[in-house]
């Protein structure tokens, strides 16, 4: 059974930096893709980030480009999201996800079969 959980949100002020952490279980980690993704209330779960299985490639929503940072360590089953120079637009739940093909990077909720419970992150002006 795949198991994804997430930790690191927080309360921050504008300007300031989150580490989020998702560590995963029940699978072989490093053939699959992780993604980042966010949802305020009453907005639709939003991508933010996603990283390929062997960490090579990764791709951003426009929005984060230049302020936040995936990775992944293998060794460690654990993806994790540097965000910096936080907005207060950044304030959501973020989840980390995977999908259930290896060697695939979705960059759509859809593409995704396992989620993690969330962690909020919430920045204030």
């Known amino acids: 059974q795949v198991q994804l959980v997430e930790s690191g949100g927080g309360k921050v002020q504008a300007g300031g930096s989150l580490r989020l952490s998702c560590a995963a279980s029940?699978?072989?980690?490093?053939?699959?893709?992780l993604g980042w993704f966010r949802q305020a209330p009453g907005k639709e779960r939003e991508f933010v980030a996603a990283?390929?299985?062997?960490?090579?490639?990764?791709y951003y929503v426009d929005s984060v480009k230049g302020r936040f940072t995936i990775s992944r360590d293998n060794a460690k089953n654990t993806v994790y999201l540097q965000m910096d120079s936080l907005k207060p637009e950044d304030t959501a739940v973020y989840y980390c996800?995977?999908?259930?093909?290896?060697?695939?990077?979705?960059?759509?909720?859809?593409?995704?079969?396992?989620w993690g419970q969330g962690t909020q992150v919430t920045v204030s002006s």
């Open positions: 990283i390929s299985w062997s960490g090579d490639s990764t």
């Open positions: 996800a995977t999908p259930r093909a290896s060697y695939i990077m979705p960059r759509v909720p859809a593409g995704y079969n396992y």
């Open positions: 029940g699978r072989t980690f490093s053939a699959y893709s």
